[in-house]
């Protein structure tokens, strides 16, 4: 795999999270259920698809983005079960056959294609109730596994996406299904961390303290600082110099996808970094991003405006205090709600010294930018 990818990362490209690869990977062999939950681009699907690659378990993928309605999400649990099934479908035609006679009511179909042998599940006819057919499914997945004395892996990402197609019903239907899993383990996922906790943390809705929770945080500058700089003595045969490296931690405050973002573009263009030309870089970058920055703030009130502006070029201990409402001359409550607001939207996060500040670097290089 190609090293710092701007999409998921694993294998060679794969930096760190050494003590969350472990856990994940004990709840899993431990058919214990996981929801991952961090900011926008911190690396939640490139850790699940490292783990199920190091765990070599057989699993399923289901990425929600797409899914629009029910029978959305039927089709495509219909085709991941089916493919997960026929990569643990015994040889012999006697256990074949029984694992298959589960799926019977799926009418399950062997077919050959050029690309190998695929196990197709038909939905049934269109009268019937999806949610129970995609907790069936679950279900009868669940029975195969432990029929095979074998341990599967069910990853939902972009989870998050269940919640807008059908009330809690459809929810409702997949924690039935994990409820009863023996031989399953569960992994959730998504990209709005708010709202896929809400689907754990809300006392009414049917995931509420289902699952172990792991939060992500940003890699550790010394780990990305070994990794980077293994990389460099493989592709220029010398370790980056430590202001320059410095640099790139400073502009990418550790934010994994924009440390990638820049170290990519000098191992795909095949040049050395400096210092002028990572800064060079950097600039080229948020001048690219410029109109998606400008609608992204415009997007907001001015109040957050404000609030978004002063964190970004002095990050608070305390954002919602006297001096800060003097500085940026709104009313507490005013100021309360944009926090709250901010925060919700992923613009602002508090870091680990408890400083609240811009989630995004790019975001925040811009503000300060257009601020002077
Ligand atoms: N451990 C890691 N090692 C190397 N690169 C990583 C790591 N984690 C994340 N990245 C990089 O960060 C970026 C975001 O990764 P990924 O898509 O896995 O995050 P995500 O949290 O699933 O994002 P989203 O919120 O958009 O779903 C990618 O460029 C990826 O290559
Ligand atoms: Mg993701």
């Not at 057919?133 to 972009?158: C, G, H, P, T």
């Not at 059908?166 to 409820?179: N, P, S, T, Y």
């Not at 370790?239 to 000098?266: D, M, Q, W």
């Not at 978004?308 to 001359?329: G, N, R």
Request: charged residues 25%.
């Amino acid at each position: 795999m190609r090293k710092f990818p701007t999409n998921i990362a694993t294998g060679d490209a794969f930096c760190n999270r050494v003590a969350k690869r472990k856990l994940l990977t004990q709840y899993i062999k431990n058919g214990m259920h996981t929801v991952i939950v961090a900011p926008r681009r911190y690396g939640k699907t490139s850790l699940v698809n490292q783990v199920l690659l190091e765990s070599k378990l057989p699993c399923c993928i289901l990425e929600l983005t797409m899914a629009t309605s029910v029978k959305d999400v039927e089709h495509m649990i219909s085709r991941k079960v089916g493919e997960l099934l026929q990569s643990i479908l015994p040889k012999t035609k006697k256990a074949k056959s029984a694992i298959l006679d589960l799926f019977k009511t799926f009418n399950p179909e062997l077919i050959l294609s050029a690309a190998g042998q695929k196990l197709v599940l038909h939905l049934k006819d269109e009268h019937s109730d999806s949610v129970t057919n995609i907790s069936e499914l679950l279900l009868k997945l669940d029975e195969s596994a432990k029929q095979l004395k074998k341990r599967v892996v069910v990853v939902f990402d972009e989870f998050q996406e269940l919640s807008e197609i059908k009330d809690h019903v459809l929810e409702a239907g997949i924690r039935h299904a994990m409820q009863y899993a023996e031989s399953t383990s569960y992994v959730f996922s998504g990209s709005n961390r708010h709202m896929l906790q809400s689907m754990f943390n809300d006392k009414n809705r049917p995931f509420y303290n289902s699952c172990e929770v792991i939060k992500l945080e940003r890699i550790e500058q010394s780990e990305h600082e070994s990794f980077i700089q293994k990389a460099a003595v493989e592709r220029f045969d010398k370790k980056i110099a430590n202001r320059t490296l410095s640099r790139i931690f400073k502009l990418s405050e550790l934010h994994p996808s924009y440390v990638n973002r820049i170290c990519g573009h000098f191992w795909l263009t095949d040049k050395y970094p400096t210092y002028n030309a990572v800064n060079q870089y950097w600039d080229d970058f948020i001048e690219s991003r410029r109109s998606e920055f400008a609608r992204d703030v415009l997007s907001l009130s001015k109040n957050q405006r404000r609030l978004l502006k002063h964190l970004a070029i002095s990050p608070e201990k305390q954002p919602s205090s006297q001096a800060v409402c003097q500085a940026i001359s709104i009313s507490e409550a005013s100021l309360r709600q944009a926090l709250k607001k901010l925060s919700l939207l992923d613009y602002i996060y508090k870091d680990k010294e408890g400083l609240y500040r811009v989630l995004d670097p790019a975001l925040k290089f811009y503000i300060e930018s257009t601020s002077k």
